[in-house]
């Protein structure tokens, strides 16, 4: 069966990017592609009364403005040599971003989504748009990789995972990442940064640790230890030494991270995200 990535896109360069990266991330798998273009009508909300129908004169205008840029997204998509094992299937909606996600997910079973870090409206102090943090944070049944704005495609060699230990781990949502890590012989680089100062893990986290090592068995993996440092310093300087080519995460509810998208620690890195960012979910 093909591997079914969903691309959302608004038609610009970041997310122009992604599709990209999607296309050399798997240009030796068979894939099932979808671009997705949502639109609205300005000045109406979703679930107004008075939501333009089909036929109206601003509906279609906005239909047709949709299409127009899935045909010329379709035209710089074709610009590229043509790849046997990849096929494109299109969606212009009339809905909102997530719910058409949610729909396209369910109704085509998609594998992952992959799409821009920001969009054409994305603030310069944001390091993720709007979108894509609603669509992380709404998503849960299926992995999300976020593209940087300007990435220059490098397969994912190093890819790094931060984590506590404090918190057991399923295979089902580690199994993503280890199979984008055999995919393109990547070492998972495990992350423990101390954040008790003692450099000590207890009977529950010696058992996290024992268990994730079960799970990642047959990758190539390290576990890596790093002293009482800040928690975003530590996974700036390790991503450095390490040339690390994407950071992946568990999004869980009190977690290491808590929540990635609503704790600081987005904010903290301190830079434009220069490596993909892989999210894991814990699906239901």
Do not use: W
Not at 70 to 80: F, I, S
Not at 146 to 159: C, D, K, L, T, Y
């Amino acid at each position: 069966m093909n591997k079914r990535i969903l691309l959302p896109t608004d038609y610009s360069k970041n997310a122009l990017n992604a599709i990209r990266y999607a296309q050399r991330l798997y240009k030796d798998v068979s894939c099932d592609f979808y671009l997705l273009n949502t639109y609205q009508v300005s000045g109406y909300a979703l679930d107004s009364m008075m939501v333009p129908e089909p036929g109206e004169q601003l509906y279609e205008t906005f239909k047709r403005k949709s299409q127009e840029g899935m045909d010329r997204l379709l035209g710089m998509l074709h610009l590229e040599p043509d790849n046997p094992k990849h096929h494109f299937e299109t969606r212009c909606e009339f809905n909102s971003l997530i719910e058409a996600v949610r729909q396209m997910v369910a109704k085509k079973d998609i594998d992952t989504i992959i799409m821009g870090t920001k969009g054409l409206t994305a603030s310069k102090a944001r390091i993720f748009g709007t979108h894509t943090v609603k669509v992380m944070e709404s998503i849960k049944a299926c992995p999300v990789i976020a593209i940087p704005e300007s990435p220059v495609f490098q397969p994912p060699r190093e890819i790094l995972f931060p984590t506590d230990y404090r918190t057991n781990f399923k295979k089902k949502e580690m199994q993503y990442l280890i199979e984008i890590a055999k995919l393109h012989d990547s070492r998972i680089n495990v992350l423990h940064i101390d954040r008790d100062k003692d450099g000590k893990l207890n009977k529950e986290e010696q058992t996290n640790r024992l268990l994730l090592q079960d799970i990642l068995d047959g990758t190539d993996y390290e576990m890596h230890f790093l002293p009482a440092v800040k928690l975003v310093k530590g996974i700036n300087a390790f991503m450095e030494s390490r040339n690390c080519d994407m950071l992946a995460f568990l999004n869980r509810k009190h977690l290491f991270f808590g929540s990635i998208l609503s704790n600081p620690l987005v904010k903290e890195i301190g830079y434009e995200p220069k490596v993909p960012i892989l999210e894991l979910n814990d699906n239901p």
